[in-house]
C-alpha cells in the first residue's frame, strides 16, 4: 500500500452482479408503511431506509491473518488486526476470549470453514482444536466447494441411510 501502510484484513465483493443474495430481512417494507396513517400515528417506528448490515465485505485475509499468528502475543496480534480492519467485530467470530465461547470450528460464508482460537491464560493466541484437520471434516453437500482454513476437503461427500 501506499505511505507504508499495510493491505487491509478484508475485501470489497461485487455485490452488484446477478444473484447475489444480500440479508435484509425488513427489505422493501418501510416503501409501504411510508405515508400510512398508522405510520403517522408510531413517528417513532420510522427510521433510516439504509440497512444495518455491511454487505460485500469478504474476511477471508483476517482469518488468514490470524491463524499465521498462532503462538504471538494477543494484544499485538489484536492491535495490528484492529488498525487494518473497518471494524473489530469480524476479529471474535473466529477468536474467543471466555472459555464459554471457544469453538473447534465456525462456517464463514456457504461452504467456507475455519479453526476456532482462544486466547490462553498466557495471553497467547491458540487453536481450540488443534488435532482438528482436513480429514476430520465432511462436506454436507455435493454441489459446493467446502474449505477449512483455506484449503479443500479431502474426504467426499457421505449421504446418510434413511435407515
Known amino acids: 500500500m501506499r505511505g507504508g501502510q499495510k ?16 440479508a435484509r430481512v425488513n427489505s422493501g417494507r418501510a416503501r409501504w408503511d411510508r405515508n400510512t396513517k398508522e405510520a403517522a400515528q408510531n413517528e417513532p417506528m420510522r427510521g433510516s431506509m439504509h440497512p444495518d448490515g455491511r454487505n460485500g465485505l469478504d474476511y477471508t485475509p483476517l482469518y488468514r491473518f490470524l491463524l499465521s499468528k498462532i503462538g504471538r502475543d494477543w494484544d499485538a496480534v489484536h492491535s495490528e488486526a484492529v488498525a487494518r480492519l473497518d471494524r473489530a467485530e469480524p476479529i471474535f467470530r473466529m477468536v474467543a476470549l471466555r472459555e464459554d465461547q471457544e469453538r473447534d470450528f465456525f462456517r464463514s460464508g456457504e461452504s467456507s470453514y475455519w479453526s476456532g482460537l482462544r486466547v490462553n491464560a498466557e495471553n497467547l493466541l491458540e487453536k ?16 459446493c466447494t467446502h474449505t477449512f482454513n483455506g484449503e479443500r476437503f479431502t474426504r467426499a461427500f457421505e449421504p446418510k441411510s434413511d435407515g
Request: hydrophobic share 35%.
Open 7 to 22: 493491505q487491509p484484513l478484508y475485501r470489497k465483493v461485487n455485490t452488484r452482479t446477478h444473484h447475489v443474495k444480500h
Open 128 to 143: 481450540v482444536a488443534p488435532a482438528l484437520g482436513l480429514d476430520d471434516m465432511v462436506p454436507f453437500c455435493t454441489c
